[in-house]
């Protein structure tokens, strides 16, 4: 195997193969084509004189030799990036980097509270952090991307991916599943929302795809949900609520943050709807960046839910 004629811009189609999960998806997110991606791929494939991807009809893995060509590229390529940095002007970092990945709604408040106490206590740790959806997030971890990730789970809670070894696991919160209407909306006058009364409801939900697709609508409803308005942002979809375009699911630690218009209430007469918030990792010991960032989110966390329920 020769990677001496291997391009950056190979490894950082690879990377991108290998976090979106499809050459296609891969091919958006960079504005190629997927012929040049195809390319870009079998290139560094010849180089390394190895399959690095599995094709699968629901996307691509990493094969053992993808992680371990995957494992390099994100050196060479955070170098690169380090770089860059640094050529631009930005002073260094004494204190290490990190990388992190989110959740929309945990980038609501979690993260950038944990940021500003992080900053407080280790001001010399630098945080680059990017938002994904929870199979995005995983696939970032596993490509080595991200070192730490703040992912969702839903009952029967399950393993994020069935991958081998298996990742880190810390559950962060878990909390029950909630209901936005708008303020002035029959369904706001009491405490809370009875789940029989949903039926019929217009929804507004995320365009997401997969099992994901139905985000925003209550779930286990005996009916074809009428889906009125996709947005990927939570809090346009809140105030699409406020304008009474529809109801929405979020998780009962927003509601502090919705804007005003809306009541955020639990739901009623069914199975309790809980959602977690997760911190994974890869199982090796993490660096010491990561270990700082990942105590400030644990204490953040825990200071969120001692809080008192508004």
Not at 172 to 178: A, I, N, Y
């Amino acid at each position: 195997m020769d990677f001496t004629d291997v391009s950056l811009t190979a490894l950082r189609v690879f990377r991108a193969v290998a976090e979106q999960g499809t050459f296609t998806a891969a091919a958006v997110s960079l504005g190629y084509t997927q012929s040049a991606v195809s390319r870009q791929i079998a290139s560094i494939e010849r180089a390394a004189g190895a399959e690095l991807l599995e094709r699968r009809r629901d996307g691509v893995r990493l094969t053992a030799a993808g992680r371990l060509v995957m494992r390099r590229a994100t050196v060479v390529l955070d170098e690169i990036d380090a770089t860059a940095r640094e050529l631009s002007g930005l002073p260094e970092e004494g204190g290490g980097t990190v990388r992190l990945g989110w959740l929309p709604t945990a980038g609501v408040t979690l993260v950038p509270q944990a940021l500003a106490a992080l900053r407080r206590s280790d001001p010399g740790v630098h945080v680059i952090s990017r938002e994904g959806t929870t199979p995005a997030l995983v696939r970032a971890l596993r490509a080595g991307s991200i070192d730490l990730a703040l992912l969702a789970s839903a009952p029967p809670f399950r393993a994020p991916d069935t991958e081998s070894p298996p990742l880190v696991i810390q559950t962060l919160s878990e909390r029950p599943l909630c209901l936005a209407v708008p303020a002035a909306h029959p369904l706001a006058r009491g405490d809370y929302v009875d789940v029989a009364d949903l039926r019929g409801r217009r929804w507004i939900a995320g365009p997401s795809s997969g099992a994901d697709q139905l985000m925003g609508v209550w779930p286990g409803l005996d009916e074809r949900p009428e889906i009125v308005h996709t947005a990927r942002d939570w809090l346009a979809k809140l105030h699409l609520v406020t304008a009474g375009c529809g109801l929405t699911t979020v998780p009962s630690g927003l509601a502090d943050a919705a804007p005003p218009g809306v009541r955020i209430l639990p739901v009623r007469g069914g199975p309790q709807e809980l959602r977690r918030l997760l911190l994974a990792r890869l199982p090796q010991p993490p660096a010491e960046p990561a270990v700082r960032l990942a105590a400030a989110l644990r204490a953040t966390a825990l200071d969120t839910d001692t809080a008192p329920e508004p």
